[in-house]
């Protein structure tokens, strides 16, 4: 089956990588959109990595490191949001590109990983804010939950917070 051939697919590929452009050149920030954001109640994921655009289909997370990290969490659901989550620190995927094609993206990097556990989420139903959680790593009160101009006047701090920070 070539997925890319099938008209209302096709149709969701299209408006998802078009909202993620659109979403980019707004605000400046996103990596990836899941299709329920734009209204497609399929689990596909539109992401631009490295200048290139990506379509999964079905992404399974097949491993999760036991190693976790703390960090700031965005949405493009939420653009006005930052979110303090905890993620795995490797995870490796398996799914079908736009081509039909079976692909497996083994113990990705950091930055992958944390995007691609977002991602799936979201296929889920479960957004940041559900898995919102204080940063550990201060004795002060700090909120899970940040105003991202609140979060950008103050990004020095919050970054201390936690353990990782993805420019
Ligand atoms: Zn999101």
């Excluded at 329920?36 to 490191?65: C, E, H, W």
Aim: charged share 25%; glycine share 2%; proline share 3%.
């Amino acid at each position: 089956m070539i997925i890319s051939k099938n008209e209302s697919l096709h149709r969701a590929i299209e408006i998802a990588h078009q909202a993620l452009r659109d979403f980019r050149k707004k605000n400046g920030f996103g990596r990836a959109i899941a299709a329920p954001q734009v209204g497609f109640p399929i689990r596909m994921i539109a992401l631009f990595l490295n200048d290139k655009k990506v379509t999964m289909f079905n992404p399974i997370i097949s491993y999760k490191s036991e190693k976790m990290f703390t960090m700031w969490d965005d949405c493009l659901s939420f653009p006005n949001l930052m979110v303090c989550v905890r993620r795995h620190m490797s995870v490796s995927v398996t799914f079908t590109d736009e081509f039909g094609t079976a692909q497996a993206w083994e113990m990705c990097s950091q930055d992958i990983s944390e995007l691609l556990q977002h991602e799936i989420d979201h296929l889920d139903g479960v957004l940041a804010v559900d898995i919102a959680i204080k940063p550990d790593k201060v004795s002060v009160d700090c909120q899970a939950i940040v105003d991202r101009i609140e979060w950008l006047e103050n990004k020095v701090k919050y970054i201390s917070y936690v353990d990782y920070f993805i420019q």
